[in-house]
């Protein structure tokens, strides 16, 4: 994996946290990933079928 730095709002970082104590997540950054993923099939890989 590479590393990235990304800034973000308060909120979405209060968002991950409340995400992460719920246990939905082991980290913010698997939920940023899962996020991305999510993204990225939706927007760019969905659209190659």
Same mark, same amino acid.
């Given at each position: 994996?590479?590393?990235?730095?990304?800034?973000?709002?308060?909120?979405?970082?209060?968002?991950? %946290?409340? /995400?992460? =104590?719920?246990s939905?997540?082991?980290?913010?950054?698997?939920?940023?990933?899962?996020?991305?993923? %999510?993204? /990225?099939? =939706?927007?760019?890989?969905?659209?190659r079928?």
């Amino acid at each position: 994996m590479k590393l990235v730095t990304v800034l973000l709002p308060e909120a979405y970082l209060e968002g991950l %946290d409340e /995400l992460v =104590r719920a246990s939905m997540y082991p980290s913010r950054s698997a939920a940023i990933r899962s996020a991305v993923r %999510d993204m /990225l099939k =939706r927007e760019l890989w969905g659209r190659r079928e």
